[in-house]
Nanobody
């Protein structure tokens, strides 16, 4: 099990940028694939991006491809989501999550950080 804490959310104008961070506790962070998800009230949680334990494999949702980048620093037990060219429709609570491998479920979740993009 790993504990996750997101930070970096806030209010930004459309076209702006934010970088979210997700700090993980535990010595086995480098063994986990990590993901970012987002959720708007009244809607299902949506996949945004994922990165393999080594950082060598990434996936980005079509809705944010070309604007968002996921990365990780295993030495710092942290995964990042760089969000550029933000749009009002990117407004959501963003969560990071961990899983034990590409075929596993995301079992560990952070508390979320609010991102609000004004038009």
């Amino acid at each position: 099990q790993v504990q996750l804490v997101e930070s970096g959310g806030g209010l930004v104008q459309a076209g702006g940028s934010l970088r979210l961070s997700c700090a993980a506790s535990g010595r086995t962070f480098s063994m986990y694939d990590m993901g970012w998800f987002r959720q708007v009230p009244g809607k299902e949680r949506e996949f945004v991006a994922s990165i393999s334990w080594s950082g060598g494999g990434t996936r980005i949702a079509g809705s944010v491809k070309g604007r968002f980048t996921i990365s990780r620093d295993n030495a710092k037990n942290t995964v990042y989501l760089q969000m550029d060219s933000l749009k009002p429709e990117d407004t959501a609570v963003y969560y990071c999550a961990a899983r034990g491998g590409s075929g596993a479920l995301y079992k560990d979740w952070g508390q979320g950080t609010q991102v609000t993009v004004s038009s």
